[in-house]
């Protein structure tokens, strides 16, 4: 299951490149033809020079907004069709900011992996359920204990913690040893199905917990306004 997401700041970053009006319009026109665009043609459609449109389109390559293949315009074969160009398309990833952070993509795989699994073996839903969170926390563990590679230590390894956590958007605040989540990913379907998210929640945090033992933490759920359902104290 997949649940790396770029940097907050490659994704502002990547919005940004669309500021520029010129930029913008060259990109609304590329992502909206069927196929791949060349620089002449996408620089007719939107009215400036080959030389503008080349620098804005390698500049959206770049940010990671637009893909690139090497090919001949439609109809265009044989001998004297000349030699293939550079096409624009768009981009397979998506870019998305939110403010505060919100991961209804990770809520959503950690969700289709429970009803495949449920309708696979016929397991309750909220078993299933269960199942897929502690699982993705497990892999979120796995990246936390990555992180610490040779250092060993309590302090170490909740500093992984809390920076996986924080890739999430859980908003991690370490207070004298115990770490409150100022910031629930999953806030809209957590206002909706509040029993639902909070038992993913804990159980996905107490997933990236059993693979980061040093941390010595474990999660409990203590419900309050404005922040996420779990908090992580010292594990006694």
């Known amino acids: 299951?997949?649940?790396?997401?770029?940097s907050f700041d490659?994704?502002?970053?990547?919005?940004?490149?669309?500021?520029?009006?010129?930029?913008?319009?060259?990109?609304?026109?590329?992502?909206?033809?069927?196929?791949?665009?060349?620089?002449e043609e996408a620089a007719a459609a939107v009215g400036v020079a080959h030389h503008t449109a080349k620098f804005h389109l390698d500049k959206?390559?770049?940010?990671?907004?637009?893909?690139?293949?090497?090919s001949r315009?439609?109809?265009?074969?044989?001998?004297?069709?000349g030699r293939p160009a550079k096409r624009?398309?768009?981009?397979?990833?998506?870019?998305?900011?939110?403010?505060?952070?919100?991961?209804?993509?990770?809520?959503?795989?950690?969700?289709?992996?429970?009803?495949?699994s449920a309708s696979g073996s016929g397991a309750p839903?909220?078993?299933?359920l269960r199942d897929a969170a502690i699982a993705a926390g497990r892999e979120l563990g796995g990246q936390a204990r990555a992180r610490t590679g040779r250092r060993t230590g309590r302090s170490s390894a909740t500093g992984a913690v809390s920076e996986v956590l924080a890739g999430c958007g859980y908003e991690p605040r370490d207070d004298d040893?115990?770490?409150?989540?100022?910031?629930?990913?999953?806030?809209?379907?957590?206002?909706?199905?509040?029993?639902?998210?909070?038992?993913?929640?804990?159980?996905?945090?107490?997933?990236?917990?059993?693979?980061?033992?040093?941390?010595?933490l474990r999660a409990r759920l203590d419900p309050a306004e404005g922040r996420c359902c779990v908090v992580l104290e010292p594990d006694t």
Not at 61 to 68: H, K, R, S, W, Y
Request: hydrophobic share 40%.
């Open 1 to 6: 299951m997949r649940h790396k997401q770029d």
């Open 73 to 81: 315009p439609p109809g265009r074969t044989g001998p004297g069709a």
């Open 10 to 39: 490659d994704q502002v970053g990547r919005l940004a490149a669309l500021g520029e009006p010129v930029r913008r319009a060259l990109y609304r026109y590329v992502v909206g033809q069927p196929g791949a665009v060349g620089r």
């Open 177 to 216: 040893g115990t770490i409150t989540l100022a910031n629930c990913p999953f806030h809209d379907l957590a206002a909706d199905y509040p029993d639902l998210v909070c038992g993913m929640n804990i159980d996905l945090v107490g997933g990236v917990l059993e693979c980061a033992t040093e941390a010595k």
């Open 125 to 128: 839903v909220a078993e299933a």
């Open 60 to 70: 959206l390559e770049t940010e990671g907004l637009l893909d690139t293949e090497f």
């Open 88 to 116: 624009y398309r768009r981009a397979g990833r998506g870019v998305s900011v939110s403010l505060p952070a919100r991961r209804y993509d990770l809520a959503g795989h950690v969700m289709a992996e429970a009803i495949s």
